[in-house]
């Protein structure tokens, strides 16, 4: 778990992005349940496959594979897809941001990842600061924003990482005492 922790103070921590934009019937783990690691089928319904890939790459690079699942084994990327086809706001961010990306690094599947980092760290650091103006911050916030909704709605983020068990009954609630806080 610690790793995990590190790994996301590379890329920021991700819980201040956390914004969910749409309502709770549009939240990914709500509609694609499918266990971690199921690979996308089909292909991208929105993002051109070259895009995807660097989608993919990002989500990946914020959410990364430890001891629990990473974005890409949670369907992040197919979530991203899903809500910035709906969005006209979203594709306009997205158009921007992987025009911007490319002008960076004209092919940044082919960096070494701490190359990719070295992008993406100062982008984290505006958007933490809440100061997200220019077009690859703005990109930054929602792929971010994306990944975190998309993976705590998942199975593997809300049940494998968080061990949430929803749906349990408790016959009584324990008693609060002042102690305890």
């Not at 070259?50 to 990364?64: G, H, Q, W």
């Not at 505006?126 to 997200?132: E, M």
């Not at 220019?134 to 709605?153: H, M, N, P, Q, V």
């Amino acid at each position: 778990m610690s790793d995990r922790r590190e790994a996301l103070k590379i890329i920021g921590a991700i819980g201040t992005t956390c914004a969910f934009p749409y309502s709770a019937d549009e939240l990914y783990g709500q509609h694609h349940p499918a266990p971690a690691g199921q690979a996308l089928t089909g292909g991208p319904r929105y993002f051109p496959a070259e895009d995807f890939a660097v989608v993919s790459r990002i989500a990946d690079l914020i959410i990364p594979r430890t001891d629990t699942p990473g974005a890409q084994d949670a369907g992040v990327p197919a979530y991203i897809d899903y809500v910035v086809g709906r969005s006209p706001e979203q594709q306009e961010v997205f158009r921007r941001g992987l025009r911007w990306l490319r002008t960076v690094a004209r092919d940044f599947l082919q960096l070494s990842e701490e190359q990719q980092t070295a992008i993406l760290r100062p982008l984290s650091d505006a958007v933490d600061r809440q100061q997200a103006h220019s077009t690859g911050e703005r990109f930054f916030r929602a792929i971010k924003s994306l990944t975190a909704d998309g993976y705590y709605t998942s199975r593997a983020g809300l049940v494998e990482e968080l061990g949430f068990n929803g749906g349990s009954v408790l016959a009584s609630f324990p008693e609060c005492t002042i102690e305890e806080h």
